[in-house]
């Protein structure tokens, strides 16, 4: 039995399927459990388009559940693009909404979103990265309303760069990143959206997988990172042999964002 802990519907600007299609394929799969994970990225310069409405995502949700009750477990997840100085504004949003499960991820670093050219301007690709895992250091030391960390190293998706940077180098603030997220009882995901960008690791990297487990972190989910059905638990099987072989003992769902662990 798989769980999917990071999906996506058109409640986000960049996904084109329903629920009703993203659960339907679930249920074929014959997956446990769904949690979808819609984005929400504020202050954004390149596009104001993945602010959601929260009342009518947790209104078709609930809809949701009601529907496909006894067939999948369907849990009220939301994936949130933080930057530093939105941190309070988070901070009332997951007081007013209520979620199962909630994604701290960074989709942009000034504003300016890693999927454009703009942040890499004017930057070498070290000083890029450099960034990029500072200012996440920043959130995960500061904001707390969340479950797991988003793809930890996702500016290795971007950039147009001819090669990626090793962990290595930046690796005394990916240990601190993982550090303050283990002291707080949150937990990591592993992203399979890996396969579908033919990246050459795992996301985070398996370095940074074995790292998170040294350093005693037991909290982590899989997550396709699916926008369509061709992707919901892409190479899940791979995945739970993976950290099985590792050590690690379970895998984490959420309810009323407290974690429950699956033997895997």
């Keep these: 039995m798989f769980y999917d802990y990071h999906v996506h519907s058109n409640f986000s600007p960049d996904s084109k399927t329903s ?8 249920i074929n799969l014959g997956l446990k459990e769904v949690c979808f994970t819609d984005h929400m990225d504020y202050d954004v310069k390149q596009t104001d388009k993945f602010v959601l409405d929260y009342k009518e995502y947790l209104k078709t949700l609930e809809l949701m559940q009601n529907k496909y009750k006894g067939k999948i477990t369907i849990k009220k997840g939301i994936e949130l693009g933080l930057q530093p100085h939105l941190i309070e504004k988070y901070n009332q949003d997951m007081k007013n909404y209520k979620f199962d499960f909630i994604i701290c991820s960074q989709h942009a670093i000034d504003k300016n979103d890693l999927y454009y050219d703009e942040y890499f301007k004017n930057k070498s690709q070290k000083e890029a990265y450099e960034v990029y895992y500072k200012t996440l250091y920043d959130i995960i ?4 309303n969340y479950s797991v960390v988003g793809h930890v190293d996702l500016i290795k998706r971007y950039g147009n760069y001819s090669n990626i940077l090793k962990d290595s180098l930046f690796i005394d603030i990916i240990e601190s990143i993982l ?11 592993i992203n399979t959206s890996c396969f579908r ?3 050459p690791d795992l996301t985070p990297s398996r370095k940074i997988i074995s790292l998170y487990k040294d350093l005693g972190g037991e909290i ?12 919901i638990s892409c190479k899940f099987d791979y995945i739970c042999s993976y950290l099985k072989d590792l050590g690690f003992k379970y895998i984490s769902t959420f309810n009323n964002l407290k974690p429950n662990f699956i033997k895997l």
């Design 179 to 189: 550090k303050e997220a283990i002291y707080k009882g949150k937990g990591i995901e």
């Design 220 to 231: 982590i989910t899989t997550g396709s990172d699916a926008h369509s059905p061709a992707f």
């Design 197 to 199: 960008y033919k990246l």
């Design 141 to 144: 030391k500061n904001y707390n």
């Design 19 to 26: 629920m009703t299609k993203m659960i339907e394929t679930c």
